[in-house]
């Protein structure tokens, strides 16, 4: 861990990505023959975290893998990629796993099988306190039970650690959750089913308005993702910038939000503000979406700083600007 960085704590899901690539989605009823198939680390919880540790900041994981061969496989990888995993505890059964399509647009859809996941309860957070106390930020997401969820919100109100969650997939959450997050961080999808304003597309009509109402549920700080349109920060102290996307060729969006969300957090570490921090956000997802696989296509500081200078320079060149819409 490298000295004199607050690290990042994420509390959160760790899976094993079982990836289909295909032409396109398959509808319900159909049956398509598919053209690779790869199998990747991934997580929201664990893909969060290892954009963190890309970016050379320090970050403790704190969830649940089972017994199984793919609990020892995904531990290897955390720790190569320089994730404290202290926090991760053993579960007998099986780990976490998603089941991916990804279409040749890059798009994708995903099941998951919670496994281990699911087993994280408020007494894991007891059992790390220390890891959270000692935190810049902590990040989550809604991949583990609610009721842990809502026990690592309370904390962090309670110690005044900023926490970032991400609500994928979209639940139900207390307006006790809502009001303790320091920034909420839905893509479109998830936006529109915590705002209930549903218009047929996964598009928003009007991102501001959308912030808006968010903000009026008690949220204090909102991200929207809105994928190749860019991101739109706000927050209650009448903060409102939207973000234009980096215009680059995607192949694979999955986890483009956990790359955003990673570099965010870091970002924030990193005293850029809130705006500045969702610019270098979007750069890490943009570049992430140029790659296969979650953790595999996660940016190191490097390149996200080359493709924030390009972008400065006006040197990229504008073709299908692709974001985090889908993860
Ligand atoms: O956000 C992408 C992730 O969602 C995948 O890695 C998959 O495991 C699911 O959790």
Redesign the pocket.
């Known amino acids: 861990m490298s000295a004199g960085k607050k690290p990042i704590a994420v509390v959160g899901?760790i899976?094993i990505?079982l990836v289909a690539n295909t032409e396109q989605i398959p509808v319900e009823g159909e049956t398509v023959l598919g053209r690779g198939f790869h199998i990747?680390p991934?997580?929201?919880g664990?893909?969060q975290a290892v954009a963190i540790a890309r970016l050379g900041h320090p970050v403790r994981l704190i969830g649940r893998l089972g017994d199984d061969a793919f609990g020892t496989q995904l531990r290897r990888h955390l720790e190569h990629a320089g994730v404290d995993i202290s926090g991760v505890a053993t579960t007998p059964g099986s780990s976490?796993v998603?089941m991916?399509t990804v279409a040749d647009s890059g798009e994708n859809c995903?099941v998951?099988i919670p496994g281990a996941n699911a087993w994280l309860t408020p007494d894991d957070i007891e059992a790390n306190i220390d890891i959270i106390r000692s935190s810049g930020i902590v990040l989550t997401q809604l991949?583990i039970p609610i009721e842990t969820v809502e026990h690592l919100a309370k904390i962090c109100a309670r110690e005044a650690i900023p926490l970032i969650l991400d609500p994928?997939p979209a639940k139900e959450l207390p307006a006790s959750v809502l009001k303790s997050v320091t920034w909420f961080t839905p893509n479109e999808t998830e936006a529109a089913f915590f705002t209930g304003e549903r218009n047929g597309t996964s598009e928003l009509r009007d991102p501001s308005h959308t912030a808006k109402t968010l903000i009026g549920r008690g949220i204090p700080g909102i991200v929207l993702k809105l994928g190749s349109r860019g991101a739109f920060i706000a927050s209650k102290d009448s903060l409102q910038e939207r973000l234009s996307p980096f215009p680059v060729q995607a192949i694979d969006t999955?986890?483009a939000?956990?790359a955003f969300n990673g570099a965010f957090a870091v970002g924030l570490l990193l005293q850029k503000g809130p705006v500045a921090s969702a610019r270098f956000a979007s750069a890490a997802a943009a570049l992430s979406v140029t790659r296969a696989g979650?953790?595999p296509s996660m940016p190191t500081m490097a390149e996200v700083d080359r493709l924030l200078e390009a972008a400065r320079a006006g040197d990229l060149e504008s073709n299908n600007g692709v974001g985090e819409r889908s993860?």
């Open positions: 899901s899976n990505d990747h991934g997580g929201k664990a893909n976490g998603a991916i995903i998951i991949e994928a999955t986890a939000g956990d979650a953790q993860r």
